[in-house]
């Protein structure tokens, strides 16, 4: 894959970090002499904060500068990763915190693009201790004083291949990971983020004292309505089922989950028990309201659900929450006893 920047819908961005304002000037007229766009800084220092505002696509960087030089910058850009973020996500309010799945994989792909931006170091200095430190710090690639504009251009060229060729083996790998954790029937979480989103909010509870509660929700007669209408409507029953559920979870730390077969989750942190009965019946109106046929059902002509809801107002531990989960089971295996299409609610009191 080869980039032309005159077809470019978007010009590749070139951030130039040089104290030399004449080296600036003549490097920014020799790359968009070529198509680029570009911009520049002075030092390090402006060069970091350039990069957060404008995200380059690649940058030719001095080895010599006041304020902070080539060597401190590429530590400094290099330096961030999955463990800062994650450490800052801790400290977060649980109210603050998006959707598990869509988090972990955007601040995944954010720390690979700022790990893999492309660095051509530029200098005079050309011994080999000088080139040691270069690559060691981050520089992907180093050229020396005086510039040979025709190999910089295809260095440049060079550089900004293997970047948007990255950045496609990057697309396609997050979106093989995107399919290993939604469901691809409900297009819903799958059961192993349910397990993972479950661990993590166990312990923002703990740590916040705060409410939570859990809807487990089952298709009524469900293996009758397959044995009569067959696998395609049983799969377009579920799937409608589980956007009726999700329209009733409508906050982002939210998380609705294929829990089973037939069964599907629900996890509203920072929910008490008025408000996860409140969901709950919501919840049931919005299947009643979907009419889906069914004829082998023994209590209503059309598809029904069965709900066990548990809530806990101040988990005494991290394992509190998982907890909640066997409870919730036992209410719904309650809420089928009594003859199903109900809801049974439970609370869970810390000892």
Known sequence: MTIDPQQQPNKPLILIVDDDSVMRRLIRFAMEKEGYEVVEAENGKEGLELFNQRIPDIILLDFMMPVMNGIEFCKRLRQINTSEIEAIESQTSISE??????????????????????????????????????????????????????????????????????????????????????????????????????????????????????????????????????????????????????????????????????????????????????IAENIQDSVRLLKIAHEKSEINPFVTVSLGVVSIQTPDNQQTLFQLVEVAEQALAEAKEKGKNCTVNKEITPA
């Open 97 to 278: 915190q998006n959707n598990l799945q869509e988090a972990a994989l955007t601040t995944e792909t954010s720390v690979n693009l700022v790990n893999h931006t492309p660095i051509l170091m530029i200098t005079g200095l050309g011994n080999d201790e000088s080139v040691t430190q270069a690559f060691e710090a981050g520089a992907t690639d180093f050229m020396t004083k005086p510039i040979n504009w025709t190999i910089l251009k295809q260095r440049v060229k060079h550089l900004l291949n293997q970047a948007r060729l990255y950045k496609h083996l990057e697309t396609s790998n997050k979106q093989l990971k995107q399919l290993a954790v939604v469901d691809p029937l409900t297009q819903l979480a799958n059961r192993q983020v349910f397990d993972l989103f479950l661990e993590r909010q166990g312990r923002l509870m703990f740590r916040h004292k705060r409410p939570s509660s859990l809807i487990l929700v089952e298709i009524d007669y469900f293996e009758n309505f397959n044995d009569v209408y067959g696998e395609k409507a049983s799969d377009d029953c579920l799937f409608a089922v589980a956007q009726a559920i999700t329209a009733q979870a409508k906050r982002p730390t939210d998380l609705v989950a294929r829990y089973g077969n037939k069964e599907i989750i629900v996890l509203l942190p920072e929910t008490d028990g008025k408000g996860a009965k409140f």
